[in-house]
């Protein structure tokens, strides 16, 4: 069999891909932002979110949660898996796209995959117990887990619980050097403790309403309009 040019690659991969992603995605309820990206809101709030990454001739799928009433963490994707994951632990697994054979075939197995054992994952995280558990292990970076832990608290409405967490992204942040404060991403991570911290103290209505004007404003910002409700 002759290779495939660039060109007949492309045009191939791209109407597979319509036909085994694009239509069936959008059955289920996700919005395609691009040519890669996938959401759909569940029911706490939060994102569901597929990102297809193809490498040459292999494709394979980020599956993330976004809690977008978290600011500083919501373009981050450490709340997630990739596909392979739930192919008997095969974490690093790629799906071979060569040709139109494979694509075809190994395109309808991603598909089962997503549908049945992603699904499955999705189900299970939308549960309040389930994502303040599965967020207390995500994050290798530890102030952003805080801060996500702060905004949770908010979004849940466990009052009480906000400003503990609020207190560790301080303390997180005074330990960094001197260099590192001044990195926006930290710098950002502490002005949104501050300011929840803020509404903390204008009382429950004042978390409710920063929470609601977050969440919004994270779907701007994400390019997300059209998931507004």
Known sequence: ?????TKEFNEIYKR????????????????KKGTINFYRINKLGMIETLNFQKHREELNVNCAIIPIYCGATKEFIEIGLRLGKFMNTRYEY??????????????????????????EWFNKMDDKKEILEYISKSY?????????????????????EILPYIEK????????TEEEKRYDFFKNTLNEALLLEEKVKGGKESVDRYIEKREKQSLIELGLEKLIK
């Open 140 to 160: 290798q970076t530890i102030i952003y887990r805080y801060i996500t832990q702060a905004a949770s608290m908010a979004k849940f409405k466990e009052y009480d």
């Open 16 to 31: 597979n891909f319509r036909e085994y992603f694009d239509k069936p995605l959008k059955k289920d309820g996700f919005y």
């Open 169 to 176: 992204v301080k303390e997180e942040y005074n330990n960094f």
């Open 94 to 119: 790629w799906w071979d796209i060569k040709n139109e054979e494979s694509m075809k075939r190994n395109m309808q197995e991603m598909l089962n995959v997503i549908q049945t054992n992603l699904y």
């Open 1 to 5: 069999m002759n290779k495939l040019t």
